[in-house]
T-cell receptor, first 114, second 110 residues
């Protein structure tokens, strides 16, 4: 079975432009997470989707960040009016759900804002 | 506040030189401690989950152990291919996310 996939793998954009990052979780996984990893920093939680419940958006750093999950599967993280400090690796993870299980990560999208 | 601290930040070993990485945690009601390996340019790769003090798990040259306050990742006779960043994480109190340490960068020289 395929793992978590993310696209694009790399994205270079100009300050002020909007970007969309995509995540395809492992089939059947009900929980999906977005994290951000900046150079020299630990992984920072952004948002959590569990089934049809309202997402936990408590980690989103500003209202320029939003995410959606369509049909309980694919998720898109959107960053509007990008800033240089948004440059980081954006990681998606999924887990089966039910609590206690391992999160499996995708390869990440490396975002560079010039 | 839920917190994970890893030490050392970086570790350089000669091939065959065994050592241990430390992960100390503060969380209300531990519901698992996770170890991941991350290679440059890749996402974290799952290694182990430990649930209770005294539990141990092994995989090749790696053994993870857990106490009530910390976990150790023991590396026995490491090889250059063990070079990576090792991350430790715990679920937060509400289990909405994993709280990660900043990792230990391990370099094993031939």
């Amino acid at each position: 079975g395929a793992g978590v996939s993310q696209s694009p793998s790399n994205k270079v954009t100009e300050k002020g432009k909007d970007v969309e990052l995509r995540c395809d979780p492992i089939s059947g996984h009900t929980a999906l997470y977005w994290y951000r990893q900046s150079l020299g920093q630990g992984l920072e939680f952004l948002i959590y989707f569990q089934g049809n419940s309202a997402p936990d958006k408590s980690g989103l750093p500003s209202d320029r960040f939003s995410a959606e999950r369509t049909g309980g599967s694919v998720s898109t993280l959107t960053i509007q009016r990008t800033q240089q400090e948004d440059s980081a690796v954006y990681l998606c993870a999924s887990r089966p759900g039910g609590g206690g299980e391992t999160q499996y990560f995708g390869p990440g999208t490396r975002l560079l804002v010039l | 506040e839920d917190q994970v601290t890893q030490s050392p930040e970086a570790l350089r070993l000669q091939e065959g030189e065994s050592s241990s990485l430390n992960c100390s945690y503060t969380v209300s009601g531990l519901r698992g401690l996770f170890w991941y390996r991350q290679d440059p340019g890749k996402g974290p790769e799952f290694l182990f989950t430990l649930y209770s003090a005294g539990e141990e798990k092994e995989k090749e040259r790696l053994k993870a152990t857990l106490t009530k306050k910390e976990s150790f990742l023991h590396i026995t006779a490491p090889k250059p291919e063990d070079s990576a960043t090792y991350l430790c994480a715990v679920p937060n109190t509400g289990f909405q996310k994993l709280v990660f340490g900043t990792g230990t960068r391990l370099l094993v020289s031939p």
